[in-house]
């Protein structure tokens, strides 16, 4: 199995297990609090774990039918799973904190190019993943 695929599969399992233990969280708050609901980014950090945990597994499925080398493989799916970490982790911390408003509310230059970042990231090395796929398995 090449490298990618396992780290894929590695991180596929990290954010399953982060998807459970996010919704034990989010369980206890609706249990414990008047209105039955959790902190936003409490359920945001649930739901965003679980899509991960998912689309690591296609990413895995994609690597696999890649056409480029080793390097190149393992260059594109950290990319991707660096960017998703890093939502993960500031999902969680804004769900520690009980925060409620939108995190884009407030300007910051920082997390702008951040996004700027995670958007060419993520979608530039999906894109090449997919587009290898394509290469190797149609044309």
């Known amino acids: 199995m090449a490298i990618a695929v396992k780290i894929s599969f590695l991180f596929s399992g990290i954010f399953l297990?982060?998807?459970m233990l996010t919704g034990v969280w989010k369980y206890s708050h609706i249990m414990s609090s008047?209105?039955?609901?959790?902190?936003v980014y409490v359920d945001i950090a649930h739901r965003?774990?679980?899509?991960?945990?998912?689309?690591?597994l296609v990413i895995a499925k994609l690597v696999e039918f890649s056409p480029f080398g080793t390097t190149a493989?393992?260059?594109l799916t950290v990319i991707v799973f660096f960017f998703f970490?890093?939502?993960s982790?500031?999902?969680?911390?804004?769900g520690f904190r009980d925060r409620t408003d939108n995190i884009f509310t407030?300007?910051?230059?920082?997390?702008?190019?951040?996004?700027?970042?995670?958007?060419?990231?993520?979608?530039?090395?999906?894109?090449?993943?997919l587009g290898g796929f394509i290469y190797s398995q149609f044309l």
């Open 17 to 19: 297990l982060t998807g």
């Open 34 to 39: 008047s209105e039955h609901k959790s902190p």
């Open 48 to 56: 965003n774990a679980l899509m991960f945990s998912f689309a690591s």
């Open 73 to 75: 493989q393992i260059a």
């Open 85 to 87: 970490s890093m939502t």
């Open 89 to 94: 982790i500031n999902q969680i911390s804004e």
């Open 106 to 129: 407030t300007p910051d230059p920082m997390r702008n190019v951040f996004m700027y970042g995670l958007v060419a990231g993520e979608i530039g090395s999906v894109t090449l993943l």
